[in-house]
């Protein structure tokens, strides 16, 4: 496991960017890489400064964040982030981590949070509302498709919630990261995550308040798929076969990169979902 790099607070120029860049030294070029919130790609609507104005200090007391190999993150064009499910704080963490490295995520949440005046908040920053087990589900694949076309970056939790596995390896995901990435022209990346259920501990059931808990992301290569999509280009349907296919082949790099993040080695297969129908309390929904 390589070095973790803190995130640094230091505005960096054009010029020492482009300096940094040429340096030989794999940290110096990560922090070069890392653009300027302020230089952030994507509309920044009211309700998404106030977002930021929440999420920014909350999650600075919450977690210290660290993070390696965020230049692998497009700067702009549309981006399907791909993130394994451990806490019910991910999508804290996870937002900041898009803006930190220049991207306003837009995440897919499940229906019941899109209420009163958070839903309001949650609507006018272009989050997706999903309508769990359900037909109405797909909807939110539409709205997330248009969002990609649209050049956003999306981010999915294909485990549809918190993983069940007792050492929270990735359990199972659904197939609605497969129909996201062979049906757009989106980069799909990988990223693990490992840290905020050392705040929210889902399996325990308990609020573990502390301040600046590590929270760690490894950002991995973009996924190959040329081959899946070349077969749908050339007139196959999204057959479960092909499905299940894609979304094991995206898993399985977010799996074993949160294997070189947690310095284990990782097992062989995923765990099992919990049945359709889920558990109350679910933050977020990788619709399938």
């Excluded at 993040?261 to 049945?275: I, W």
Aim: hydrophobic share 45%.
């Amino acid at each position: 496991m390589g070095p973790v790099v803190p995130i640094r607070r230091v505005p960096v120029t054009e010029e020492q960017s482009a300096g940094q860049e040429r340096s030989s030294a794999p940290a110096v070029r990560r922090d070069a890489a890392r653009p300027s919130r302020w230089r952030i790609h994507g509309r920044r609507s009211p309700a998404l400064w106030f977002a930021i104005v929440v999420i920014v200090p909350v999650t600075s007391l919450l977690f210290r964040l660290r993070y390696r190999h965020g230049e692998r993150i497009p700067r702009q064009g549309p981006v399907l982030l791909v993130v394994n499910h451990v806490s019910l704080l991910d999508p804290l963490a996870c937002a900041r981590m898009a803006w930190d490295n220049g991207r306003v995520p837009h995440f897919l949440a499940k229906e019941s949070l899109f209420g009163g005046w958070i839903g309001v908040v949650l609507r006018s920053a272009a989050q997706i509302p999903v309508a769990r087990y359900s037909a109405d589900a797909h909807a939110a694949l539409g709205a997330a498709r248009a969002a990609l076309e649209s050049g956003a970056l999306v981010v999915i939790y294909p485990e549809g919630s918190v993983t069940r596995d007792p050492d929270w390896w990735p359990m199972q995901a659904r197939t609605g990261v497969a129909r996201l990435a062979l049906t757009t022209d989106a980069v799909v990346v990988p990223v693990a995550q490992w840290g905020p259920q050392r705040v929210h501990d889902y399996h325990a059931k308990k609020l573990r308040l502390r301040l600046r808990a590590p929270a760690d992301y490894l950002v991995g290569e973009p996924v190959d798929l040329a081959d899946l999509r070349a077969e749908v280009a050339a007139g196959r349907l999204l057959d479960p076969e092909l499905l299940r296919a894609t979304t094991d082949r995206v898993m399985a790099h977010v799996r074993d990169q949160l294997a070189e993040l947690r310095g284990e080695p990782a097992p062989r297969s995923f765990a099992p979902g919990p049945p359709r129908g889920g558990t109350p309390g679910d933050l977020t929904e990788g619709a399938a």
